[in-house]
Structures are given as structure tokens and as C-alpha cells.
């Protein structure tokens, strides 16, 4: 982790940063996420995911 902009407890803004983060390797990274639940019950172990950020919208980071 690089920087963290908020602690446990804090409110934000929908969409506001909470962690930079940072790594060299390609198989070391987890990634947690929120979703609805009318997602969750379409979400499966083993499904595939692209990870894309709002620095890039049109390009994924790395396809899971």
C-alpha cells in the first residue's frame, strides 16, 4: 500500500479513493469489491472478471 486516504469508520463520497496500492508481480494481488445484492446472485466461484479503472475506462488492467 502506497497511501491510505481513509480510516475505518470515516463516511465518503460514493467513488471517492481510499487506497493507493502497488506491486510488481502479477499473481499477488486481491481484489475486494462491493457489490448489490441483484449481482450477487448472478456472481459464481471461478467466473472470470476485468478489472478496469477510472484512469483508464476504455482499457481493462488485467482480465481474472
Known sequence: MIR???N???LIT???PVLT???AANKDWIVKIGLP???WVR??????AKIYTDAYP???LREI
Not at 43 to 48: A, L, R, T
Open 43 to 48: 456472481v459464481k466461484k471461478g467466473d472470470h
Open 58 to 60: 476504455n482499457e481493462f
Open 8 to 10: 475505518e469508520g470515516e
Open 14 to 16: 460514493g467513488g471517492a
Open 4 to 6: 491510505k486516504f481513509v
Open 37 to 39: 445484492d441483484v449481482d
Open 21 to 23: 496500492i502497488n506491486s
